[in-house]
């Protein structure tokens, strides 16, 4: 059974910073592509950052510069390392991996973690 279990999340002022980690278990299936999403409140879910299995790693364009994304291997753990927070940033943060099973995409995500950045 594949598991995504987040931690990290809280209450910070605007332009700390605060790491939010997911520890991944259970993925016997070819990992495509990991990362982290958002969801603010009243709006879509959205991608925040995410590695493909080349190694590449893309970010939205408000989060450039000031999020980092960051994987151990060894730990099945992937972080996202977020400086210079702002209000707009506040939302519920998901970990997600996404995959291959032979020939059918798996898509799994973690329980999903409230940050709220207050000005």
């Known amino acids: 059974q594949v598991q995504l279990v987040e931690s990290g999340g809280g209450l910070v002022q605007a332009v700390e910073s605060l790491r939010l980690s997911c520890v991944y278990s259970?993925?016997?299936?070819?990992?495509?592509?990991m990362g982290w999403f958002r969801q603010a409140p009243g709006k879509e879910r959205e991608l925040v950052a995410r590695?493909?299995?080349?190694?590449?790693?893309n970010y939205i364009q408000p989060v450039k510069g000031r999020f980092t994304f960051s994987r151990d291997n060894g730990k099945n753990t992937m972080y996202l390392q977020r400086n210079a927070l702002k209000p707009e940033d506040t939302g519920v943060y998901f970990c997600?991996?996404?995959?291959?099973?032979?020939?059918?995409?798996?898509?799994?995500w973690g329980q999903g973690n409230q940050v709220t950045v207050s000005s």
């Open positions: 259970g993925a016997t299936f070819r990992i495509t592509a």
């Open positions: 997600n991996i996404q995959g291959r099973l032979e020939y059918d995409p798996v898509n799994y």
């Open positions: 590695t493909r299995s080349d190694g590449s790693i």
